[in-house]
T-cell receptor
Framework: DGGITQSPKYLFRKEGQNVTLSCEQN?????MYWYRQDPGQGLRLIYY???????QKGDIAEGYSVSREKKESFPLTVTSAQKNPTAFYLC????????????FGPGTRLTVT | QQPVQSPQAVILREGEDAVINCSSS?????VHWYRQKHGEAPVFLMI?????EQKGHEKISASFNEKKQQSSLYLTASQLSYSGTYFC??????????FGKGTRLSVIA
């Protein structure tokens, strides 16, 4: 079955630790995205990548980093510089750049205490 | 800049109709609509491209007025399965999709 997987579903970390969220897709999509979802805020774009080895900052990139070494994978690292990291994180992919429909993974709920 | 969705929340009885609006201050190339059920991933509903077209997906349809930079999502004869949060996403120029804050729809029996 084709789709997007994110792991783990729930993640707990202590303040000051970096944490990496996994996102893998087997849809052969070129573009991948990371969103953060907070209650009442909608989906806010953290980073996106339209092609392997290239990525751009979204609206709220501060305190996050990404890599795109393989077409299938787009991991997100939440660094200790992110002031309020507790949130629901969603990864998505699309066949082509920007204007194509996006397919979302199931999400990772990160709690930092 | 985030598009503005209205209303923020709506409660319907089964069989009633609803309209969700999405407006932007920018010139739009396209509008996307997604639905997210509680605790799940958003699911794509439809894309409307520049040209004022109207699209449909079962009893859910949408329109796009590019002159007014607005889109509306129409849900007719609502079913319990329609409950969820509806997001519009707007595309302007060469920038990524920007999502609104969502409209929470609750359908009750």
């Amino acid at each position: 079955d084709g789709g997007i997987t994110q792991s783990p579903k729930y993640l707990f970390r202590k303040e000051g630790q970096n944490v990496t969220l996994s996102c893998e897709q087997n849809l052969n999509h070129d573009a991948m995205y990371w969103y953060r979802q907070d209650p009442g805020q909608g989906l806010r774009l953290i980073y996106y990548s339209q092609i392997v080895n290239d990525f751009q900052k979204g609206d709220i990139a501060e305190g996050y980093s990404v890599s795109r070494e393989k077409k299938e994978s787009f991991p997100l690292t939440v660094t200790s510089a992110q002031k309020n990291p507790t949130a629901f994180y969603l990864c998505a992919s699309s066949l082509g750049p920007l204007s194509y429909e996006q397919y979302f993974g199931p999400g990772t709920r990160l709690t930092v205490t | 800049q985030q598009p503005v969705q209205s209303p923020q929340a709506v409660i319907l009885r089964e069989g009633e109709d609803a309209v969700i609006n999405c407006s932007s201050s920018k010139a739009l190339y396209s509008v996307h609509w997604y639905r997210q059920k509680h605790g799940e991933a958003p699911v794509f509903l439809m894309i409307l491209l520049k040209g004022g077209e109207q699209k449909g997906h079962e009893k859910i349809s949408a329109s796009f007025n590019e002159k007014k930079q607005q889109s509306s999502l129409y849900l007719t004869a609502s079913q319990l399965s329609y409950s969820g949060t509806y997001f519009c996403g707007t595309l302007s120029g060469n920038t990524p999709l920007v999502f609104g804050k969502g409209t929470r729809l609750s359908v009750i029996a």
